[in-house]
């Protein structure tokens, strides 16, 4: 896998930088009423590790989400997993508009 | 009873758990008089309360019993228990302390502990000294190994039958007492006023308190305890010998959508250790530990956590994110597994909570003393003297000013009766005795 | 601390008759607990009349919540009414002290 | 030392507690009420490990009939002296065996503060087997 | 020393009269115990004169009745009968001082827990007869006890001037006692000296030194010894003699100290990893955790990149738990290393601080942190995680036995890469690659063999030094008048060390301050008729120089008889056991006084 | 599951031409008001959102794309060609039923005449009255989503509006929370419920009430309805899943993946069906999808409206 420190400042201009708080409790993912595939954990630990590729590959997944605000409101380091999610969307509409 | 309205010592304790106790003793050691404040009917904290304790396992009771008689016979040492604090106040040299003495509808001097009135009171209460599981009566002493020795009466909670003034061959039980009021004054202070359990009602997610078997940590340990409700350990909603136990680690701590960001620090090894008591009570029991991280840090905790480890208790990495009521009684978990196992449901007959450690008791508005972000008394020189407060005269101990083991908090107990009596010493230059 | 020792016990009884109505809500509530208690302890106690029964049995024959039986049981066995006895299944027996003084309650 | 043989009508227990802990665990089974075999007397003892191996056997000799020492165990105040009491009770057995008494009619064992259950299994336990055996027969050769 | 009970056990030779005091309690005895017949019962013995009972023998009119009997010499022997003596043993005792006779010649018969609350009947009534009977027959047998006095030196010791050893000095110094803070190197300070800023608020470790410098300095009470190491230890509690080498210009000197208390302050090293470990030795770019921190201080804060070794560092990886949290079957060390089970509860928090600093500091260096558990338990810790976290350093979990992989590399002009097995995403293996390599290594003892050795000190299995008991006795070592503070007892924060050095201070203190040590009188009495030497005591005491041996002179001929040192004697019994000639005994539970009771149960 | 990325380029397409998701003219859907009277001036500007009005459009076109979910279909729905007829436009409008079109201005209605019994000083102008753009942001085009949004508060800006009542939960949080960051208008913005002060008569009755995400999670305003309803006497039972703690009912994946939509609303009727009580909600997207998974639902302001 490749790692991408430089990937969280991207982030930033979406939905903020908040997937580096996270401690990986998996909180988020057990609630999530789409009981999926560790989502959206998995997506956020991509964001944590730069893999940005993954995140494209897996895109589609990020439409599952309701945006209920669950995982954010359980959140245990408040890293708003939420919105990190609609982050990536708006990151990957963007990415695919720009292409 | 006439109590003096203004009693002088050395040094005022507020809180009679093993913290106060540890350092009202190593004060009365150097020759200071000291005075427990207690709020509680007995003096003994929550240590008293448990049933072993880690890492070497001995029993809670045989630990602390001596501490508390030693205190209690210890001739310059003065117990008052069931008191509340009105108010600490510096005034000039002196520490001021307002105290009130609930009422227990018993004369402490009359009455000899010998239970008859409870035998007699038909008022039967939970007994949450058993965290609830067992009854007390509405007249009652505190619990077996109290001291003193004396009973109380839930006024809150009586017939005004007049049983137990019968039964009572001292004529010790009173129902017209009042509270009273009364100041100490002293050079010194210790706060050791302890902690509480962080409520279960507060997590929404672990059902708030509401599903049957799921049960806090320290109504575990009364469970475990050798003098506990059941006398050996029963699922509460029906008494079944529960086969399969799940303890939810960072139930109350280190989340941040509970206001408790820190780390309760002593979790992980209480709940292990209750895992070992466990597998010895219920041999054929699975155990089950849902963490995020193991924070065996003390001396031996480690090797202790290693040695649970190879009895076969399992240790399950993730977060229990939901509890579910389950079916007969059973309990669900949910949870992302941390080891690549994906989000999980797992079916227990009996959950235990381990939740967080808040501070006891507020400073605030009964004592000018400063508490931190995390709400425990502030330490002004955390490094090199985690006991002084910003009082001048004033000192914290025990989980007062921080979560807290035992045995921390033991050695923290005597670091403040020594920089108390630094204090006074400072005030008052030593007389050189004969060497 | 207040001293009711040089009264009379007419004076004691009138003043305990004033107490009573001061806490008027106390004791209602006190009584209301002793009430409750002492029929549903009078049932379980019916319920362990033909012998030891687990705590569910005991629910099943009183109609109360097992919770509260096993309260009850928990309660009965601290003030020497009820002990332990065999086990059956996941589940331990109770009997009344005295209505079978073979259920010794300890194991060897 | 003059046997006094048996002149009581009980098979007598005798219990040497701890003053640290299993003392004040047999007071914690009185402060629960929970009623034991009367034929048991304690006695306070700092350490079992004072007593000699002729002890047991003179307190066999004069009709005691049991003996229960109940030690704080591990945790023991006075650093190896369970360890060396374990081994003091290897003895006695020992010699128990050479006079034809029964051996379990001494038994060593760890009673906490508050374990009333594990006090009173103890007590009825031993109860049961002196009830069984009666009082002690030495062997005639010794 | 003087021990008064050697003399008056002497003297004290008659048989006692004994007053025997039974309480009703109200009813709670008796209820169940026929008290008058049990009075009788007490009447008919040999050795009683005088039997009474009262309603409630801790009322003052029940106090009264033993205090006349006393004054007017009636009895000299005091038993009472009534609830547990955890109750009121102190209180009969003190009611029998204040009759002007010994508290020591009181004797209690426990008839409520014991009796009346668990027998009912006949039963109780004969049990509590049999009980007084014995109490009797062990109260004629009692003699007047004195505590045991010893004087004692007010100085103390201590051994290391690390932030443990000086706070342990300051603290007693305070009291006014004086100490002795002995340094093995040429400052105080100890493993403070090799730090930087300290976890988690960033204090300067320099300035935790200083706060006690000074005050070591310029206190009179206080003699700080450099480059001096303990030759020789002799004496026992209150009573030390300590031999100081001292290596000076002159070369070596001795000096002696007589000291009552000594604190071991010893502290703790730093783990050196084997050559090899995460390719440590065999890579430049490998450093330990404390080498990183020596070299932060060498950095500017104005470059936008950490430099170590002259390197910018684009890429650190951070490995935990170096040399701690072993376990056996997994993980090897060196030849004849401990295998350091334990953790060394530091290391998680001075990571992330060391972290926190770097990232804070020079942004242009990333940091990847590879953890088995984050430890940061204390206060103000987990917020140095959540810090560490906002601050982008990434993190990533091993297993025990899936170790990071580090490794030399080329690839994208890195030096060395790191490969592991991520739990945190999903086990994936994850290669990382690095400028410098940081392990974070572990804390262990000093060696201490010699001081230990001459001490007798025991040490566990990781070769810390073991308290008495984690919770009742913590900071007290089994020899009596030694102590320990700080990291010689196991790894811990300077919070924590200073909290054991306040607590042993406080021990210390409590001890010395009376200038006399006061011990309780239940210790071992050696009967010099009766003792001829045989030994067998001294091989069965399990304190050390408890018992000795000594050679006397008798009718002429030197003997050997054994003696007791009272300050050391912990009152167990041991010896009594033991001893073929019944020429030892433990004042106050002797066990002449066990087999009248006996005698006494075995009559009834 | 269908490509997201195709629906949010209809979506945002839609909106860019219409002002409204689907495609279908202001004129077809927002009718409602031409029965009601109405001041023009007032306090508070009722702003409906269109949500209610589009909920059944939503409706029809989520039965359609149920039917080709996961089948080779789902990527045709990429040609456009498919969409405009089916899922979006006029189209769509001519397969909703009409009686199904007045059902959901029932609620409008509802709302219309208890604010007035509440006496509250309010207008409406359907000409400032819009679609919020929420979907296009929850769908993650940003852009799209701020360009609708600072059309429609430029034009409530232009009309001197200050005080905006608003019906709907994400109308709300759109208005409330992502208008001031997106626009930099900022509207004091209400939930009609807060302004309501309704005289008690003494209904003998308890509902389960399902929080929408938006109000009980997001906007923390879960007790407000709960009060209103008390007011008249009706009792809301105790789940443990309501106010912040609420369940989802699907909705928003429906555009994407009806199929979880649907096991998401029937787990969550299932929830609220427990207690036995009828079922009320607060948003038409909640109330389509719970009315979908065959739950008897009423909404807050029919149960309101009858009980006064």
């Keep these: 896998m490749i790692l991408d420190t430089d990937f969280a400042d991207e982030m930033k201009q979406y939905s903020g930088d908040t997937a580096l708080e996270c401690f990986n409790c998996g909180t988020c993912a057990a609630l999530c009423p789409l009981f999926h595939d560790n989502f959206p954990r998995r997506m956020i630990r991509y964001v944590q590790v730069g893999a940005k590729e993954r995140i494209l590959e897996n895109a589609n997944e990020l439409w599952r989400c309701l945006h209920c605000g669950l995982c954010t409101h359980t959140c245990p380091r408040e890293a708003d997993p939420g919105e990190i999610i609609l982050g990536l969307k708006q990151m990957v509409v963007e990415t695919r508009r720009r292409s | 009873m006439a109590e003096p309205q203004v009693q002088h010592f050395d040094t005022i304790v507020i809180g009679g758990g093993i913290a106060g106790l540890q350092s009202a003793l190593d004060l009365a050691d150097q020759g200071y008089r000291v005075a427990v404040v207690e709020k509680d009917a007995s003096i003994g904290g929550k240590m008293i309360r448990l049933s072993k304790v880690f890492p070497t396992l001995d029993c809670a009771s045989c630990i602390t019993t001596p501490k508390m008689a030693s205190a209690a016979h210890h001739e310059n040492i003065t117990l008052f228990t069931y008191c509340n604090v009105d108010g600490i106040v510096r005034m000039g040299e002196e520490i001021h302390a307002r105290i009130t003495q609930n009422p227990r509808y018993v004369d402490p001097d009359k009455c000899i502990g010998c239970r008859k009135c409870e035998y007699a009171c038909p008022v039967y209460l939970p007994d949450m000294e058993q965290g609830g599981f067992s009854a007390k009566k509405a007249i009652s002493i505190p619990f077996s190994n109290a001291i003193p020795q004396v009973a109380v009466l839930d006024a809150e909670h009586c017939m005004l039958c007049g049983q137990c003034e019968t039964v009572c061959p001292t004529d010790a039980v009173d129902y017209f007492m009042e509270p009273e009021t009364f100041t100490l004054t002293a050079r010194t202070a210790v706060l050791s006023t302890g902690f509480e359990l962080s409520p279960v009602k507060d997590k929404a997610q672990y059902g708030n308190g509401e599903i049957p078997n799921v049960i806090d940590s320290l109504q575990m340990e009364r469970l475990l305890a050798p003098h506990g409700p059941y006398n050996r350990v029963l699922r509460p909603s029906d008494g079944m010998e529960p086969d399969s136990i799940a303890y939810v680690q960072c139930a109350g701590s280190r989340d941040k959508s509970m206001g408790v960001s820190y780390c309760s620090r002593v979790c992980c090894m209480y709940a292990i250790k209750q895992a070992m008591l466990l597998s010895g009570a219920l041999p054929l029991a699975d155990i089950t530990i849902y963490y995020m991280d193991i924070r065996a840090f003390g001396k031996g905790y480690e090797q202790f956590y290693q040695n649970a480890k190879a009895m076969g208790i399992e240790f399950v990495k993730a977060k229990v994110a939901r509890i579910n009521e389950g079916d007969g009684g059973s309990v669900t978990v949910r949870y992302e597994n941390q080891d690549g196992g994906g989000i999980q449901t797992m079916d227990h007959d009996l959950v235990v909570l381990s939740m967080g450690i808040l501070p006891g008791w507020r400073p605030e508005p009964y004592c000018p003393v400063s508490t931190d972000s995390d709400r425990f008394i502030t330490s002004i020189k955390p490094k090199i003297s985690p006991v002084l407060t910003d009082m001048e005269g004033v000192f914290a101990a025990g989980a007062a000013a921080g979560p807290k083991d035992i045995v921390d908090t033991i050695s923290e107990s005597g670091s403040a009766a020594v920089e108390a009596a630094k204090y006074m010493q400072a005030s008052e230059p030593i007389l050189e005795t004969q060497p | 601390m207040s001293d009711t020792e040089h009264k009379t016990d007419g004076d004691k009884k009138q003043m305990l008759k004033q107490l009573r109505k001061q806490r008027k809500e106390s004791v209602a509530r006190a009584t209301a607990i002793m009430k409750k208690s002492k029929k549903e302890m009078k049932m379980v106690r019916g319920a362990l009349s033909d012998g030891p029964a687990t705590v569910p049995q005991i629910a099943e024959a009183t109609g109360l919540f097992s919770d509260q039986v096993l309260w009850y049981v928990a309660a009965m066995k601290k003030y020497g009414e009820i002990q332990e006895a065999e086990k059956d299944g996941a589940y331990f027996q109770y009997a009344l002290v005295g209505a079978r003084e073979t259920t010794e309650p300890q194991e060897g | 030392m003059t046997p006094t043989g048996n002149s009581g009508n009980q098979d007598k227990i005798l219990i040497l507690a701890t003053e640290t802990c299993a003392y004040p665990g047999a007071d914690s089974t009185g402060q629960a009420h929970s009623s034991y075999p009367a034929n048991t007397y304690i006695l306070r003892v700092r350490a079992p490990v004072l007593f000699p191996e002729s002890f047991y056997l003179d307190c066999f000799q004069k009709g005691i009939s049991g003996i229960i020492i109940m030690s704080c165990g591990e945790e023991c105040p006075y650093e190896g002296a369970y360890k060396d009491l374990a081994k003091r009770v290897d003895r006695v057995y020992a010699a128990m065996k050479e006079k034809g008494l029964d051996i379990n009619r001494l038994r060593l064992t760890a009673i906490c503060t508050v374990c009333n259950r594990a006090f009173l299994n103890e007590v009825n336990r031993m109860n049961d087997l002196v009830q069984e055996l009666g009082p002690p027969q030495f062997a005639a050769t010794a | ?604 | ?308």
């Excluded at chain 6, 039923?97 to 509802?110: E, H, R, S, V």
């Excluded at chain 6, 207008?123 to 942001?137: A, K, M, T, V």
């Excluded at chain 6, 407000?224 to 909705?251: E, W, Y």
Aim: net charge negative.
């Design chain 5, 1 to 604: 020393m003087t021990n008064p009970n050697d003399k008056e056990n002497k003297d004290d030779t008659h048989n006692g009269k004994v007053g025997v005091y039974i309480c009703h309690c109200g009813g709670n005895i008796s209820d169940h115990v026929d008290v008058d017949k049990v009075r009788d019962a007490a009447e008919d013995l040999s050795c009683v004169k005088v039997a009474r009972t009262n309603m409630f023998m801790c009322s003052d009119p029940g106090q009264n009745m033993i205090i006349e009997d006393l004054e007017n010499g009636e009895v000299d022997r005091v038993v009472v009968a009534s609830c547990a003596p955890s109750l009121h043993e102190t209180t009969f005792r003190s009611a029998v001082e204040r009759a002007g006779a010994n508290p020591f010649v009181y004797e209690h018969a426990n008839i409520r827990e014991q009796v009346s609350w668990v027998h009912h009947g006949d039963p109780a009534t004969d049990k509590a007869s049999t009980l007084v009977a014995a109490a009797a027959a062990k109260a004629e047998n009692l003699e007047p006890l004195h505590p045991v006095r010893v004087d004692a030196f007010r100085h103390a010791t201590v051994i290391g001037a690390g932030i443990a050893g000086m706070k342990t000095a300051v603290d007693i110094a305070r009291q006014g006692i004086d100490v002795a803070l002995v340094e093995k190197t040429t400052q105080p300070g100890g493993r403070l000296n090799t730090l930087h800023t300290l976890a988690p608020d960033g204090e300067k470790a320099g300035d935790v030194v200083d706060a006690f410098y000074e005050e070591i300095q310029n206190s009179e009470r206080i003699t700080v010894y450099p480059n001096t190491q303990v030759n020789d230890v002799k004496g026992y509690v209150g009573n030390f003699t300590l031999t100081l080498a001292t290596d000076g210009e002159n070369g070596r000197a001795d000096t002696t100290v007589d000291t009552g208390a000594i604190v071991m302050a010893t502290g703790s090293q730093s783990y050196t990893p084997f050559n090899g470990e995460y390719a440590y030795g065999e890579h430049p770019q490998v450093i330990t955790l404390p080498e990183l921190i020596q070299t932060l201080a060498e950095n500017s804060g104005d470059e936008n990149t950490l430099t170590v070794n002259g390197k910018k560092i684009r890429n650190m990886v951070m490995i935990h738990c170096v040399g701690s949290r072993r376990i056996p079957g997994i993980h090897e060390t060196k030849e004849d290393a401990n295998l350091n089970e334990y953790c060394s509860r530091t290391c998680c928090s001075a990571v992330l601080h060391a972290g926190n600093f770097i990232r804070e500091t020079f942004p242009g260096t990333s940091i990847f942190d590879m953890y088995r558990d984050i430890r940061t338990y204390g206060r103000g810790q987990e917020e140095l995680y959540n810090r560490a976290a906002e601050n982008r350093v990434v993190f990533m979990r091993f297993e025990a036995d899936a170790p990071p992989r580090v490794e030399s590399s080329d690839t994208g002009n890195f030096p060395l890469s790191v490969t592991v097995s991520d739990g945190l995403t999903f086990n994936e293996e994850m290669t990382v690659p690095a400028d410098l390599v940081v392990l974070a290594t572990g804390v262990e003892p000093t060696d201490i063999s010699g001081i230990a050795g001459m001490l007798k000190l025991p040490r566990g299995n990781d070769g810390f030094l073991n308290e008495v008991h984690p919770k009742l006795r913590p900071v007290e070592l089994p020899v009596t008048g030694v102590f320990l503070a700080g990291t010689c007892q196991a790894p811990m924060d300077s919070s924590e060390a200073c909290n054991t050095a306040g607590a042993a201070a406080a021990k210390v203190s409590a001890l010395l301050g009376k200038g006399y040590i006061e011990l309780d009188p239940f210790v071992a009495h050696v009967d010099e008729e009766k003792c001829t030497g045989t030994g067998a005591c001294v091989d069965a005491c399990l304190v050390d120089d408890a018992l000795e041996l000594v050679e006397t002179e008798v009718a002429g001929q030197t003997v050997k008889k054994a003696r007791v040192t009272a300050a050391l004697c912990q009152g167990c019994g041991a010896c009594v056991a033991v001893c073929p000639e019944n020429a030892i005994e433990v004042n106050g539970w002797t066990l002449k006084q066990y087999e009248a009771m006996v005698d006494a149960i075995a009559a009834a």
């Design chain 6, 1 to 308: 599951m269908f490509n997201p990325t195709d629906i949010i380029d209809i979506l945002a397409n839609n909106v860019k031409k219409t002002r409204g998701p689907f495609g279908i003219p202001k004129f077809i859907t927002n009718r409602w008001w031409k029965t009601e009277e109405i001041p023009e001036k007032g306090e508070y500007l009722l702003f409906t959102g269109l949500m209610y009005q589009l909920a059944p459009f939503i409706e029809t076109s989520t039965r359609h794309l149920e039917r080709f979910e996961d089948t080779r279909w789902a990527d045709e729905i990429r040609f456009a060609r498919f969409v405009p007829p089916r899922l979006s436009g006029t189209g769509l409008a001519a397969m909703t039923p009409i009686f199904k079109q007045k059902q959901a201005q029932k609620a409008l209605k509802d709302i219309t005449r208890l604010l007035k019994t509440s006496g509250t000083d309010f207008f409406y102008r359907p000409q400032l009255d819009e679609y919020s753009g929420i979907l296009l942001y929850d769908m993650g085009d940003r852009q799209g989503f701020a360009d609708h949004a600072r059309y429609v508060a430029e034009n409530l800006t232009k009309a001197g509006v200050k005080k905006i009542i608003t019906v709907d939960p994400h109308t709300t949080y759109a208005l409330k929370v992502l208008y001031p960051e997106y626009t930099g208008e900022t509207f004091e913005v209400i939930p009609y419920f807060e302004l309501l002060a309704l005289e008690s008569k003494t209904a003998d009755l308890e509902v389960t009430l399902h929080d929408p995400c938006f109000f009980g999670r997001y906007l923390e305003v879960s007790d407000v309805p709960r009060a209103v309803l008390s007011n008249l006497g009706i009792r809301t039972s105790n789940l443990r899943n309501d106010q912040v703690f609420t369940s989802c009912c699907g909705g928003p994946a429906e555009s994407v993946s009806p199929a979880l939509s649907r096991s998401i609303m029937e787990e969550r009727k299932k929830e609220l069906e427990t207690p036995g009580h009828p079922i009320v909600a607060m948003c038409p997207v909640c109330a389509g999808n719970l009315k979908r998974s065959g739950a008897q639902v009423e909404d807050l302001s029919a149960v309101l409206a009858r009980h006064v």
